[in-house]
């Protein structure tokens, strides 16, 4: 039996104010099961929330900086996170 399904991240943004300058998301996740899947045993099936998209949502929001966090249902291996960070800052 597959865990519940997590609610899909939000596909549109809403009015916001403007955000002071450096603002920071202080708790993100990247869900990207077609490159790192979800581990058996979890307790929710996120949806897909693609590195893109937080992106776009953050350029949108007039976010600056991230803090990148993996979930429980990534289990407890670095890859997927190191990925992530390798993705948003190239050596």
Do not use: I, K
């Not at 929710?44 to 929001?61: F, I, K, R, S, W």
């Amino acid at each position: 039996m597959l865990p519940p399904a997590a609610l899909p991240p939000v596909a549109s943004l809403r009015h916001v104010s403007a955000l002071p300058p450096g603002a920071v998301d202080a708790h993100v996740h990247v869900f990207e099961p077609d490159r790192f899947p979800f581990v058996e045993g979890r307790n929710y099936t996120p949806g897909t929330a693609a590195l893109e998209q937080l992106v776009d949502l953050q350029q949108g929001l007039g976010v600056q900086r991230a803090v990148v966090v993996q979930a429980s249902v990534q289990g407890t291996g670095p890859q997927g996170l190191l990925d992530v960070l390798q993705r948003v800052s190239p050596p």
